[in-house]
């Protein structure tokens, strides 16, 4: 693996963003590897967004901040438009029912579109189960991390619903080839 | 030296340095009593003091352990001592007026709601003698001091019906007295009262300071026109007030005992929660 | 070892319970009421008690009142309640009662901005109360693992000297989430490099004796020792008095018994200082890591830039300034503190720089940036230390 990696996660207050950078913290720290993160709140969760630094690397790690991500997930247009010129290698990772993409990024960037919400409403009846939708699209992509590992990580931090959830995960694990 | 003295007080801080005709020796002497008379040892007080005359010239006094906080700080340390002490230990604390009533009242009042396992006494002299005679929240209207040489005008916390007392018994303690130093065996009864209460007790004892306040207030520096004049202002709660009165003296509200101090409940809850734990 | 993701509070509480600590007493703040929480729900595991209390000077008096007992105690605010302590932090100094206070730095002055990262406070906690005549010891982590390290550490140099230690962190460091390894056994106790020390008791009748020695125990009231402690001059029995020399005698050791045993506190990390650098980027806090970020890839192209990190704050290490170089002082304030502490101690022919900001760190790039226009001669501040863009 790169000596590190970094994943960025933004979008509003209340969507979970925390709780995914957790889970992907929780999984680094099972395989073990060295993991920090950081957890913007206070004044920007009315300012709009919300933001969860992920670095995941091997050895200590020095830097805590994302400046070049590797995989960035954006839950709002906001958060996107904030983030996006910072990935120059990276992937992006969106759902188009609440993010409105920049097409002369697209054409620069990878982007998956992953329709998580709209999934996790027509296979799970919910629209909870958003964030499960889009950890899996994501596993696809992290190779860094085992799937089972992910899944495992995920269902450590939301204990409730296992079944569902994996099922959830499932869904956007097979969106992305 | 007299007995309570040789028995309790250091040589080193006796005689003490108070002004001529200051009533705190007569306030700590009915407070060292009743110590005595519940048979309480050198070992068995942690004596508290503050800031002001009523702090400074009790501390270091009593032979055992001793300690003086800041300005008003004293309740809030010892609702974290009741907890560490060895149990059995009993905290009395010397006050003045101005660090319960004024700097210290949100502690001393939280203390209160702890139902912290002490007897407080505070000392009143009346005003900020010990720099130089400033009026406090218990000097009588009108009086004039060095900061108040129109007359006391600002609303104090003994008058038109209100009474510091009555706000410290609403926030929870468990007995209260107010007497005059002077009170004799009428004081020392009430000081016997407060250390027999497993929980807070404060006893207000209002004293003579005749270097400031009465040569001030009262334009006098006659020791027995200064006793004279409190007593004028003092009734028993037995007895019919006049229109001259300030203070009614005796107990105010007793509830000793009535429910379990703070380190009790404290202690108990947690060696609860241990317990459970233990298990777990 | 066990490992968690975790906040660099909860690092601290569990640090805590480790060195002995069972008394808490706090006042919910952000960014240090998780320290709080943590603390009531693992203190009454363990036997301990923790207090709320009505304001922050009452926590810290309450603490005080629990070290008197002989407890191992510790409070934990941030800026706007460390300001409170001002009153039992002097009287905790001047009477020499060990505790721990944790001061988590958020963006000032007055309640600034609560959820982000200031480093405000650099000289607010040399300089905790009134009256000067004393030293004091800060450490600064920049990681929930070293916090949890420092932790331990804090309580053994409280007990050494018998004072109050203050862990500075800012906001990134206790809020902030990383993998924390806990030791379980003592040989993995030993293998973090633990340094433990119980309470003892004073059994006087000199309680406060003028010399710079440590290791003398602190007073504990209610074992009949006669102990006296008080906000007055102190005699060495702990009588109060007025004399200049009793008060020269006194400030004598609650100076020289830190600046005489310096050694036992000052803790820093040198990186890549070794071939005397054109350019030592000094940092302490989670800002030192981006720093070291930025160094290592600088020595990638070629720059001759190190790095020297302060994790012991005060007493300063002035005498890892011996440098004559070009230093940069990386600090999340705008007014420069640190910055002004390197000038003092660094020979006076060194150019002395200030990068600092708020609320945010500095990012890998803006440091490179910033390195190679001071190795080019360039001054990123027109005057003094001032910042050039606003």
């Known amino acids: 693996m790169k000596e590190r990696t970094e994943i960025l996660i933004s979008g509003f207050g209340g969507q979970g963003i925390v709780r995914l950078g957790q889970i992907i913290g929780l999984a680094a720290i099972k395989q073990q590897y060295r993991v920090t993160m950081l957890k913007s709140h206070g004044t920007e969760q009315r300012g709009g967004y919300v933001r969860a630094q992920v670095i995941v690397s091997r050895e200590p790690i020095d830097s805590p901040i994302v400046e070049d991500p590797d995989y960035f997930c954006a839950f709002s247009t906001p958060a996107y438009r904030r983030h996006v010129d910072m990935v120059s290698q990276g992937v992006i990772f969106y759902d188009p029912s609440s993010t409105e993409v920049d097409e002369e990024k697209v054409k620069k960037i990878t982007h998956y579109s992953v329709a998580a919400r709209d999934i996790a409403i027509e296979k799970l009846g919910q629209a909870i189960y958003t964030n499960s939708v889009m950890l899996g699209a994501m596993a696809r992509k992290m190779e860094i991390f085992g799937k089972e590992i992910l899944l495992a990580a995920m269902l450590d931090v939301v204990p409730k619903f296992k079944e569902e959830n994996a099922r959830a995960f499932e869904a956007g694990y097979q969106l992305i080839k | 030296m007299d007995y309570l003295a040789e028995k309790y007080f250091r040589i080193r801080k006796t005689p003490s340095t108070a002004c001529s005709g200051c009533g705190l020796g007569q306030t700590q002497k009915m407070l060292t009593k009743a110590i005595d008379d519940l048979d309480l040892g050198i070992e068995d007080v942690i004596w508290a003091t503050s800031i002001g005359c009523s702090g400074r010239q009790t501390f270091a006094m009593w032979k055992g352990d001793g300690l003086a906080a800041t300005h008003g700080r004293i309740y809030a340390m010892m609702s974290g001592l009741t907890l560490s002490l060895p149990p059995g230990k009993k905290i009395v604390c010397t006050v003045g007026d101005g660090d319960a009533f004024g700097i210290g009242l949100q502690h001393l009042l939280n203390a209160a709601r702890r139902n912290v396992d002490a007897t407080v006494v505070v000392c009143d002299n009346l005003g900020y003698q010990s720099t130089g005679g400033q009026y406090s929240w218990t000097t009588p209207e009108g009086s004039v001091t060095d900061s108040s040489p129109y007359g006391m005008y600002e609303p104090n916390w003994i008058q038109d019906g209100r009474d510091i007392l009555n706000i410290i018994r609403e926030a929870g303690a468990t007995f209260l007295a107010r007497h005059m130093s002077m009170d004799g065996e009428y004081g020392l009864e009430s000081m016997r009262k407060a250390l027999q209460n497993r929980g807070f007790s404060l006893v207000h004892v209002i004293f003579p300071c005749i270097t400031n306040y009465a040569s001030t207030a009262l334009g006098t520096r006659n020791t027995v026109n200064m006793f004279r004049w409190i007593k004028s202002r003092a009734r028993r709660m037995d007895e019919t007030p006049d229109k001259d009165t300030i203070w009614r003296t005796g107990v105010y509200f007793d509830a000793s005992n009535s429910r379990p101090d703070y380190a009790s409940v404290i202690k108990g809850k947690v060696k609860d929660i241990d317990r459970r734990s233990l298990v777990k | 070892m066990k490992r968690y993701l975790e906040t660099g509070n909860f690092a601290i509480a569990e640090a805590a319970v480790l060195a002995g600590c069972r008394f808490f007493a706090g006042y919910p703040i952000t960014p240090a009421t998780e320290l709080a929480e943590a603390m009531s729900k693992r203190l009454p595991e363990v036997g301990g008690y923790y207090l709320q209390a009505e304001d922050e000077c009452a926590a810290m008096h309450m603490c005080i009142g629990g070290a008197l007992g002989g407890m191992k105690v510790m409070t934990g605010t941030s800026g706007p309640g460390f300001i409170l302590y001002a009153d039992p932090y002097g009287w905790a100094l001047a009477s020499e009662i060990p505790i721990v206070v944790l001061n988590s730095g958020r963006v000032g002055p007055v309640s600034g901005i609560t959820g982000a990262p200031g480093q405000g406070e650099f000289y607010n906690v040399r300089f905790p109360t009134q009256g000067g005549n004393y030293e004091t010891i800060v450490l600064a982590p920049n990681s929930a693992q070293e916090a949890f390290y420092l932790t331990v550490e804090a309580f053994y140099l409280a007990e050494r000297f018998r004072m109050p230690v203050t862990l500075l962190a800012d906001q990134l460091v206790t809020d902030g989430m990383e993998d924390i390894s806990v030791p379980e056994t003592d040989a993995e106790k030993a293998q973090m490099g633990l340094r433990f020390k119980d309470r003892e008791i004073n059994y006087g009748p000199e309680f406060y004796p003028a010399v710079d020695k440590i290791d003398i125990p602190p007073v504990v009231l209610g074992h009949n020792t006669g102990a006296l402690c008080s906000d007055w001059t102190p005699t060495e029995e702990g009588y109060d008095t007025e ?86 002082s990386v600090e999340l304030n705008y007014d420069g503190q640190l910055v002004r502490e390197i000038q003092r101690a660094c020979p006076k022919d060194s150019r002395v720089h200030f990068l600092g900001q708020c609320g945010e760190l500095p990012g890998v790039q803006e440091l490179l940036t910033v390195f190679q226009s001071l190795l080019d001669g360039k001054t990123i501040s027109p005057i003094n230390w001032q910042r050039e863009a606003w």
């Open chain 3, 243 to 328: 004399e200049v020399e009793a008060c020269h005698k006194h400030v004598y050791r609650l100076i020289y018994k830190v600046r005489n045993h310096k050694d036992l506190i000052t803790r820093y990390e040198a990186f890549a200082l070794d071939d005397d650098p054109e350019l030592v980027v000094v940092s302490f806090g989670t800002p030192s890591r981006v720093v070291k970020s930025a160094v290592k890839k600088a020595r990638e192209t070629g720059m001759k830039v190190g790095a020297l990190r302060l994790i012991s704050l005060w007493p300063f290490p002035d005498e890892l300034f011996w440098r004559r170089a070009t230093y940069l």
